[in-house]
C-alpha cells in the first residue's frame, strides 16, 4: 500500500531533551515536507526537500532540522524543544515537486512540557 | 505571508452550495486545495497552475485570478461527506507552499 508514515504519533517530552520524528515513504517520491498545525494557523511548512542532500527551509525553520540522506526517509529532529513547538506535525510527499499532489502521513501530536 | 481564506466557516444544508476564497499579498505560481476532516490528514482536492492548467477532482471545481492573485473553491450540491476545514495553499516559486488558516465547511442533512 502506497502510504507516508510517522513515528511516533504521540509524544510528550521535556523542555530541552532532543527529539526525532521520523517520516518514511514507499512511492519513491522525490519531493519531501514537513508542516505544523496549530488552530488558527493553518498548516505551515517547515522544511521540505527535493531530493537526496537537498532541504530548504520553509516558512517557520527555526528550532527543526531535518536530513534527507536516503530518498524514502526525511525525519525531523528538535535539538533543544521548547513549548512553543507543541503541535500537530505531519510530513508530506509528491512526485517531482510542491505542484504535485501531496500525500500526507497520519501527523504526530508533540507535547512539549 | 499566509493567504487568507474567507470565509472561516460556513454551515449547510445537504444540497446547497458553498463557495471558499483564497487571497494572496503575492504574485502567485499555483494555488493547491486540502479537504481536512478532523482527526485526519490532508487530503489533496485540486492544484491550479498560472497558466490555465488544472489536476484534481472531478466533483469540485476552483478558479485561479492570476492577477488578483486570488482563487476560489466551488462545492456544489454539498453532501455529508464535504463537511472538513478546507486550506488553500499558495505556491510563489520554488517548492516552498504557503498554507491558509483554514475554512471549516459543516454540512447537515
Not at chain 1, 53 to 71: L, Q
Not at chain 2, 92 to 100: E, V, Y
Request: aromatic share 10%.
Amino acid at each position: 500500500e502506497a502510504q507516508v508514515t510517522q513515528n511516533p504519533r504521540y509524544l510528550i517530552t521535556v523542555t530541552g531533551k532532543k527529539l526525532t520524528v521520523t517520516c518514511s515513504q514507499n512511492m519513491n517520491h522525490e519531493y519531501m515536507s514537513w508542516y505544523r498545525q496549530d488552530p488558527g494557523l493553518g498548516l505551515r511548512q517547515i522544511y521540505y526537500s527535493m531530493n537526496v542532500e537537498v532541504t530548504d527551509k520553509g516558512d517557520v525553520p527555526e528550532g527543526y532540522k531535518v536530513s534527507r540522506k536516503e530518498k524514502r526517509n526525511f525525519p525531523l529532529i528538535l535539538e533543544s524543544p521548547s513549548p512553543n513547538q507543541t503541535s500537530l506535525y505531519f510530513c508530506a510527499s509528491s512526485i517531482g515537486g510542491a505542484v504535485n499532489e501531496q500525500f500526507f502521513g497520519p501527523g504526530t501530536r508533540l507535547t512539549v512540557l | 505571508q499566509q493567504p487568507v481564506q474567507s470565509p472561516q466557516a460556513v454551515i449547510l444544508r445537504e444540497g446547497e452550495d458553498a463557495v471558499i476564497n483564497c487571497s494572496s499579498s503575492k504574485a502567485l505560481y499555483s494555488v493547491h486545495w486540502y479537504r481536512q476532516k478532523h482527526g485526519e490528514a490532508p487530503v489533496f482536492l485540486m492544484i491550479l497552475l498560472k497558466g490555465g492548467e488544472q489536476k484534481g477532482h472531478e466533483k469540485i471545481s476552483a478558479s485561479f485570478n492570476e492577477k488578483k492573485q486570488q482563487s476560489s473553491l466551488y462545492l456544489t450540491a454539498s453532501q455529508l461527506s464535504y463537511s472538513g476545514t478546507y486550506f488553500c495553499g499558495t505556491g510563489i516559486a520554488g517548492n516552498m507552499l504557503t498554507f491558509g488558516g483554514g475554512t471549516r465547511l459543516m454540512v447537515k442533512p
